[in-house]
């Protein structure tokens, strides 16, 4: 990607992590204020959602995560985790992005280096991220559906003209 471009958002990246983020509660609000700007401010929302799968694979630990939306590139949940297990990754967790008026948005997967389950507090984690997910998903969409309307708002209608008859 072109340096120039990406260098304006180079101040939504969360800063260095702690020593321990498990343990350090202000981390967690850190990377999470960080998020919530970068949204209000429109950022790109890749970059976004990016950060939020940083965040919540350094809380969780030994995790790789992906968001994939419903507008972006079609790929497969199943192709995704058939190259996890080559990697020598498992289904951590995978979870649709819902929002309550359009529907599905998109999906979160993690995977991790061990067979196991989320446990309670790694599941809140996980449900904040859905939650800041459909937060900078929705806040696009809702963007382009105002600029697209503004555009056929704007498209001269073409009508008949009607001719007087010349005499």
């Known amino acids: 990607m072109d340096e120039s471009h990406s260098r304006p958002y180079k101040k939504?990246?969360?800063p260095g992590l702690p020593s321990r983020p498990e343990t350090d509660s202000r981390y967690l609000l850190n990377a999470e204020e960080k998020i919530l700007q970068a949204i209000s401010a429109r950022a790109p929302v890749p970059e976004t959602l990016n950060e939020i799968c940083s965040a919540l694979d350094c809380q969780i630990?030994?995790?790789?995560s992906l968001i994939s939306t419903s507008t972006g590139r079609d790929t497969s949940a199943a192709g995704t985790a058939r190259t996890a297990a080559r990697l020598g990754m498992y289904v951590f967790s995978s979870?649709?992005?819902i929002d309550g008026l359009a529907g599905e948005l998109g999906s979160l997967e993690t995977y991790s280096c061990d067979s196991?389950?989320?446990s309670?507090?790694?599941f809140q984690l996980i449900e904040r991220a859905l939650l800041l997910a459909a937060l900078a998903i929705t806040r696009e969409k809702k963007a382009v559906d105002r600029a697209t309307s503004r555009i056929s708002?704007?498209?001269p209608v073409q009508r008949r003209v009607l001719e007087w008859?010349?005499?």
């Not at 630990?61 to 790789?64: H, L, W, Y």
């Open 153 to 155: 708002e704007n498209r």
């Open 120 to 122: 309670t507090s790694e």
């Open 12 to 14: 939504w990246q969360i």
């Open 165 to 167: 008859p010349v005499s």
């Open 61 to 64: 630990g030994n995790t790789v």
């Open 116 to 118: 196991r389950a989320p």
């Open 95 to 97: 979870t649709k992005i």
